[in-house]
């Protein structure tokens, strides 16, 4: 009896000690995280140096093939209202065009119909000056792009006098009376000795230099034709040229 006593406590011992053996065996050590850490870190390399970039740039060609589809469409629109114009047509109207707008400008040819109508209506006139000057016009339709478009003109300050139905009828009709494209400005309207009226008016024909015209590709394109009034405008000033 006495000897089974003494088994016991011995057997349970090594059972103990066989136990935090596993244990100690069982137990994770920085060695035991090196490698797993080293894949992770890999992973996360990988991610920030392949497929972020691959993520940018799908994105990046998503954007080119969104504005390459539609430039194509914008460029098949130009297309097909480009074959909406008739060739001989527009063959006549941009001669017509050149013809009214000229690349340069005669200060007497220009004044000369001005003079012509103003002697048809019985005006008489001490000052006629005339000599070229340049404006700058901004399109209503570019302001919010700050473009300017640069138009170059023979000006020329006015001074008629008078009776009254003589002067008005001049101020209608001299836009018609000059084939050429003009524009007035500063017209007043003061009476003069007796029963004559005297206009003070400023007036500018404009030419176009072949060299000061670009065209950006990039802009929306408009059919002439939808100024169809203006192309009228154009035909009939021609005529008086020819």
């Known amino acids: 009896m006495a000897v089974t006593k003494n088994i016991k406590p011995s057997k349970t011992k090594r059972e103990i000690e066989g136990l935090s053996e596993n244990i100690k065996d069982t137990r994770l050590t920085i060695k035991d995280l090196v490698i797993p850490l080293s894949v992770f870190l890999i992973l996360i390399l990988l991610v920030i140096f392949l497929f972020v970039p691959m993520v940018k740039t799908a994105i990046s060609f998503r954007g080119e093939y969104r504005t390459t589809k539609e430039r194509t469409e914008e460029l098949e629109e130009v297309e097909r209202k480009l074959r909406e114009i008739d060739e001989s047509t527009l063959q006549t109207d941009l001669i017509n065009a050149k013809v009214v707008i000229p690349q340069t400008l005669r200060v007497a040819s220009f004044m000369s119909y001005i003079a012509d109508l103003a002697r048809e209506k019985n005006l008489s006139s001490d000052t006629l000056t005339a000599g070229d000057s340049q404006t700058s016009v901004v399109r209503r339709s570019q302001e919010e792009e700050g473009e ?45 000795a007796g029963d004559k009226w005297v206009v003070d008016l400023n007036v500018m024909g404009y030419y176009v230099p072949e060299s000061t015209m670009k065209t950006n590709i990039n802009k929306n394109f408009e059919s002439y034709l939808e100024y169809q009034d203006i192309v009228d405008i154009f035909s009939q000033k021609a005529a008086q040229l020819q």
Not at 160 to 177: K, Q, R
């Open 148 to 192: 300017q478009r640069v138009y170059f003109g023979v000006s020329s300050p006015l001074n008629y006098e008078g009776e009254l139905s003589n002067v008005l009828s001049f101020l209608d009709n001299l836009y018609e009376a000059s084939p050429y494209v003009i524009s007035i400005s500063g017209v007043e309207l003061r009476k003069g």
